[in-house]
């Protein structure tokens, strides 16, 4: 579904990634991983078109993305969940979610029923503002938004990141569902362990801007554990 070949990205004179290969088959779970700062977030923004590469060739089916403009790429059915979830604060929860509409083919224009029965606690808060919504639900809204467009690849950077467990796990469960049962493909990075296995099916393991380590999420043994994703 997406493949990544040969890809090289630099800021400036900073090599940063270093001749990335990744295939996300269709209807996979995939988690890429790694320590801090070896390239993960860097890795989806070229991806979704938000940093230019140096070289290499990003396809999603048989398109080649490599030379179009991110609202293209997201056009084609990508959603993206930004690190950080880059939440409007001073938006309304409906005007966060309608901006993910804007990148649909279809012109559709209302918020997809879907969302919120997903998110039952987005419909709840529809007029409130972003800025106000817990993390957690930020969190929410940052994947309601995304599948406002009804992606066939939902990439999400490290939705768990500074949540609450309760929430972490009704995350998984949402992600479990989005794959599993809606058959979304998912490509996520992931630093907790135990998350990865429960929702992934397979893993990336990247450091110093090379994918070192790839396979089925059962060959995530200790060694790789420790070598390329333990502090
Ligand atoms: N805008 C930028 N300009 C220059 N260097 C950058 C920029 N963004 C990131 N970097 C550097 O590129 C490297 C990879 O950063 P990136 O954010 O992709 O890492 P990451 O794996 O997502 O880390 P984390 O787990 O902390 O989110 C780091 O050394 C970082 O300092
Ligand atoms: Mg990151």
Known sequence: MLSIIGLHQYYGESH??????????????????????????????????LLPVKSGIIRLEDHDLTALKAERRASLGIGYVPQG?????????????????????????????????????????????????????????????????????????????????????EIGDVILRLNRELGMTVLLVEQKLPFARRVADRFYALEKGRIMASGEISELNESVVQQYLSV
């Open 85 to 169: 979830r880059e939440i409007f604060p001073l938006l309304t929860v409906e005007e966060n979610l309608k901006i993910g509409l804007s990148a649909r083919r279809d012109g559709l224009k209302s918020i997809p029923e879907r969302v919120f029965e997903i998110f039952p606690v987005l419909k709840q808060m529809l007029h409130r503002r972003g800025g106000d919504l817990s993390g957690g639900q930020q969190q929410q809204l940052a994947i309601g938004r995304a599948l406002a467009i009804d992606p066939t690849l939902l990439i999400l950077d490290e939705p768990t990141e500074g949540i609450q467990p309760n929430i972490v796990h």
């Open 16 to 49: 940063t990634l270093w001749d990335v290969d990744a295939h996300v088959r269709k209807g996979s779970c995939s988690c890429l991983m790694g320590r801090n700062g070896v390239g993960k977030t860097t890795l989806l923004r070229c991806i979704m078109g």
